[in-house]
């Protein structure tokens, strides 16, 4: 049988917490836990839409080279969320990093179609020319 060790269990608003420090007060614990969750989700957001994860370099400056510009570009979505930044061309709300990636793929074919504008900016939730 493989022994785990002992661990020390943390309950606090009906959530259950598991930690194997016994260094740290139980509001320390309930911390880091908390603060973890935003960390997933801004690896699932990147890994899933900026392709954080899908790097094939070798050298390590390489990797750290996608790195920044995974994080450059994330910085990027939270500044555009606060200041609200494509309210003044997209039609919806800008409240993913997915969205945020197809507005600027919008945006990119827009200035390569041929088509009549306004038609374009409506097939692509942009609004229009006036």
């Known amino acids: 049988m493989n022994d785990l060790g002992t661990y020390r269990i943390v309950i606090w608003n009906e959530k259950i917490y598991i930690t194997n420090n016994y260094q740290i007060s ?3 614990v309930i911390d880091y836990y ?4 935003t960390i997933d989700q801004f690896y699932r957001e990147v890994k ?5 994860s899908q790097f094939q370099f070798r050298k390590g400056l390489y990797i750290l080279r996608h790195w920044l510009m995974v994080f450059l ?12 930044v494509f309210t003044k061309i ?9 969205k945020m990636t ?10 390569l179609s041929e088509n009549p ?9 942009l609004k229009t020319i006036n």
């Open 73 to 84: 570009a994330y910085t990027f979505y939270i500044h555009q969320r606060l200041k609200g």
């Open 102 to 111: 197809k507005v600027l793929q919008n945006l990119n074919l827009v200035r």
């Open 34 to 37: 908390e603060k973890r969750w």
């Open 26 to 28: 139980a509001s320390e």
């Open 48 to 52: 899933d839409n900026l392709a954080f």
């Open 90 to 98: 997209y039609q919806g709300v800008v409240d993913t990093v997915s």
């Open 117 to 125: 504008m306004n038609v374009l900016l409506t097939q692509l939730e």
